[in-house]
């Protein structure tokens, strides 16, 4: 009977529902977009860039965001890390973890055949890096400690390096130039695929004390980018933080009134980025749904009113036949709900469609949570329930003999 | 005084009053009403406007209650009833039929028929069968999938006749059953009225016309709030045909 009413006023009934279709679009297009990114945050991002439970140590922060001239200044006095700041810190620490380093600068990779390869991202680092970013071998192997100690000239190149100058025959024994210096391929790195739209194939990773140290630092020698400290339980970064924390403060002189001049990184914190981001979202995020709702309730409520005002005859036939007030009640109750159950469904279409579209146009990832799909449908059958009522007590509370003669 | 049928009283009102309160002053439309109908009696309830004929109606629809008296209908109390046990006794006990035939406009003749045993809680194959019955007592068994759009004057009070009869009432209640109709369709209506009379159905018809009021047993007239006069008809009776013109 209800779907029968809907059916008779298609047009009017969308443009009732149309708040509660907003609302609900809003939000499942916003949540999925959030939890696509949570998802892509937990299990991408943070193991991608940062390697899981580490605490990086920098000069300057790696992601700069509101960085004023002042800032800037601050951050150029501050004092280089150095390949002995890694000792020190790795003879100091009680705190079990692994030490890594690494620099990393782009330039380009000459192959055989005159071939090249611009913007690669070239990589200082210590052997220890590999194991750090949990970085597996699709081809060879990795460079072992002694031949990084010794800064041999040896090499491990990412997929896309290696398809490019070698196009499908076998890298590993061949020969690349970096900076004019030669270096042997040992390895093949597997791939590691994209960060936001970025290609993670295109590096190329030898030991920071071969030829390339100097090479990645703009000239200067045993000057590190980051010292990387890998815990092996997330629970010790805290304190693995706190003691680098100490050890470089007394390393670089500084008295307890100083701020500390270097960068301590985790993945959680250099996320905080995100995080402001998700929270404005998650705040303002109920604030338009439910102005939508409360709108889209306001609508039903009116279109209800005069659809009961409308049909006040027939309202009085039902009665004559032996409807009882709750049975009236129940059927405009029914039919509010529906259509704004319907509203809801429409609006769930629309929100996920407009999520995987701005997931195509964009480096953003999505991902439909059921819960929020239940949420929706809920919300739309609540908005219809409580638009519904009034307008259902109006209808069940008519005087049949009134209701009779109508027009 | 009633003749008929004889047995208990189908229908026994004493004292029957109704007032209403139009601002400051009381209108009493019913001033004390006494009447008894038995089983299978076919009643004509006539009276010039004002008579309170339409308030004697409804009270014995059950469309409202009584200011005072007493309605005991089927051995039911009326009087002092509530609205969800009056419609509970309007669905089992009258089969309503209007002026205006009132069907619901979307749903078709099927639908309509069924109302009654949606609102009786009668289930989906039961309810099914039991309408097409009704409807094919009424002659319109070829036509239960049409909207009331659809459908002949005649037809349209065909289907509330079947809508009425569908919940095997006590009372058909009629309201002016052929003012929207012309006189050759108001015949074939009074005809089928008359059938269901000899099928044993008990017909209250409400009207101000002389020719209509004619067709049934008992003629109980109201004036004032009052009833007037309550006379039989003798029966047989035939109503004078009218001559059926070549082409007509």
């Known amino acids: 009977m209800a779907l029968e009413a809907i059916r008779a006023h298609k047009l009017r009934g969308f443009f009732t529902v149309l708040g509660t279709v907003v609302g609900v679009t809003f939000l499942i297009a916003v949540i999925t977009l959030i939890e696509g990114m949570d998802h892509y945050v937990e299990k991408q991002f943070k193991g991608t860039v940062y390697g899981f439970n580490t605490v990086t140590l920098r000069r300057r922060p790696s992601v700069v965001t509101d960085a004023d001239e002042g800032m800037w200044r601050t951050w150029a006095r501050r004092p280089r890390l150095t390949f002995d700041d890694a000792g020190y810190l790795e003879g100091r620490m009680e705190t079990p973890g692994t030490v890594a380093l690494s620099t990393v600068t782009i330039g380009k990779v000459g192959g055989p055949r005159g071939k090249a390869v611009e913007n690669v991202w070239i990589t200082g680092a210590t052997a220890s890096y590999f194991q750090i970013r949990d970085m597996q071998m699709e081809d060879g192997r990795a460079y072992s400690r002694n031949e990084a100690d010794r800064g041999l000239p040896v090499v491990v190149i990412g997929r896309d390096v290696a398809s490019t100058l070698f196009e499908g025959r076998n890298p590993i024994g061949q020969e690349i130039r970096m900076n004019g210096f030669p270096y042997r391929v040992i390895g093949v790195l597997e791939k590691q695929g994209k960060l936001f739209g970025m290609s993670l194939d295109n590096v190329a990773i030898a030991p920071i004390r071969s030829e390339l140290d100097g090479y990645v630092n703009g000239g200067r020698k045993g000057v590190v980018q980051e010292i990387t400290f890998k815990v092996p339980d997330s629970k010790l970064i805290g304190a693995a933080k706190a003691e680098i924390e100490s050890w470089m403060r007394i390393r670089h002189h500084l008295r307890p009134d100083q701020a500390d001049d270097f960068e301590l990184e985790t993945a959680d914190d250099s996320l905080g980025f995100w995080d402001k981001i998700r929270n404005v979202l998650l705040l303002a995020l109920p604030l338009l749904v439910g102005i939508s709702l409360v709108v889209g309730a306001v609508v039903i409520m009116n279109i209800m009113l005069v659809s009961v005002t409308e049909r006040t005859r027939e309202i009085g036939i039902r009665k004559s036949m032996g409807a009882r007030r709750s049975d009236v009640l129940l059927q405009f109750l029914f039919e509010s709900s529906t259509l704004s159950g319907l509203g809801a469904v429409l609006g769930i279409g629309l929100g996920v469609g407009l999520a995987y579209l701005i997931t195509a146009l964009s480096p953003m990832p999505a991902h439909v949570a059921t819960w929020s799909v239940v949420l929706a449908v809920a919300l739309g059958v609540g908005v219809g329930v409580v638009s519904g009522v009034y307008p259902a007590w109006r209808a069940a509370r008519l005087d049949p003999i009134v209701a009779l003669r109508a027009e | ?248």
């Open chain 2, 1 to 248: 005084m009633s003749s008929g049928a004889g047995g208990a009283a189908l229908i026994d009102v004493r004292g029957l009053e109704k007032h209403y309160q139009m601002g400051a002053e009381t209108v009493r439309a019913l001033r004390g009403v006494d009447l008894v109908i038995h089983r299978n009696e076919y009643v004509a309830i006539m009276g010039p406007s004002g008579s309170g004929k339409s308030t004697f109606m409804n009270l014995i629809g059950c469309l409202d209650s009584p200011t005072a008296g007493e309605y005991i209908l089927n051995g039911n109390h009326v009087a002092g009833m509530d609205d969800d046990e009056l419609a509970r006794v309007r669905n089992q006990e009258i089969g309503f039929v209007f002026q205006t035939f009132n069907l619901l406009p979307r749903s078709t003749a099927l639908e309509n028929v069924e109302l009654p045993l949606v609102y009786g809680g009668v289930g989906g194959k039961d309810r099914k069968r039991r309408a097409l019955e009704a409807l094919q007592a009424v002659e319109l068994g070829d036509r239960v999938d049409h909207r009331p759009n659809e459908l002949s004057g005649g037809q349209r009070q065909r289907v509330a006749i079947a809508r009425a009869l569908v919940t095997r009432p006590s009372i058909i209640l009629a309201d002016e059953p052929t003012g929207n109709l012309d006189s050759r369709t108001s015949e074939e209506i009074m005809n089928l009225f008359e059938r269901l009379h000899r099928e044993g159905q008990t017909i209250i018809m409400v009207t101000h016309e002389p020719d209509i009021a004619a067709h049934a047993d008992r003629v109980v007239t109201l004036r004032d709030g009052k009833i007037e006069s309550d006379q039989p008809q003798p029966r047989p009776r035939r109503v004078v045909e009218a001559p059926v013109l070549a082409g007509a």
